[in-house]
């Protein structure tokens, strides 16, 4: 399973890093997307990473202000989120897939790509 943490309330421009740690499975095997969803709007992929690192996709809102990381020993990744906005509000979850095909674009894209692992999510509150 995935669990998600890292949420809370913070200030227009500020920083937060949201946590998606794996337990069960090997997290490093997996693709891994990071979505959210904001109330009244349909779930959106904000970040997917292959397996291997080496294809990323980022959603046009958050390039340059959202990446990446993980730290294997934990099995958990890692999304810092810099220079937040009000616009940014939403729960954010994260997800695993262990099968990709296509570009990872296309499953980060298409939200209704079915991931193997979900968490739980986690609110994020940026205020004005």
């Known amino acids: 399973q995935l669990q998600a943490s890292g949420g809370g309330l913070v200030q227009a421009g500020g920083s937060l890093r949201l946590s998606c740690a794996a337990s069960?499975?090997?997290?490093?095997?997996?693709?891994i997307g990071w979505f959210r969803q904001a109330p009244g709007k349909e779930r959106e992929g904000v970040l997917c990473?292959?397996?291997?690192?080496?294809?990323?996709y980022y959603a046009d809102s958050v390039k340059g202000r959202f990446t990446i990381s993980s730290d294997n020993a934990k099995n958990t990744v890692y999304l810092q989120m810099n220079s937040l906005k009000p616009e940014d509000t939403a729960v954010y979850y994260c997800a695993a897939r262990i099968s990709v095909y296509y570009s990872i674009s296309y499953y980060c894209i298409d939200s209704q790509v079915p991931y193997d692992y979900w968490g739980q999510g986690t609110q994020v509150t940026v205020s004005s």
């Open positions: 990473i292959s397996s291997d690192g080496g294809n990323t």
């Open positions: 069960g499975f090997t997290l490093d095997d997996y693709a």
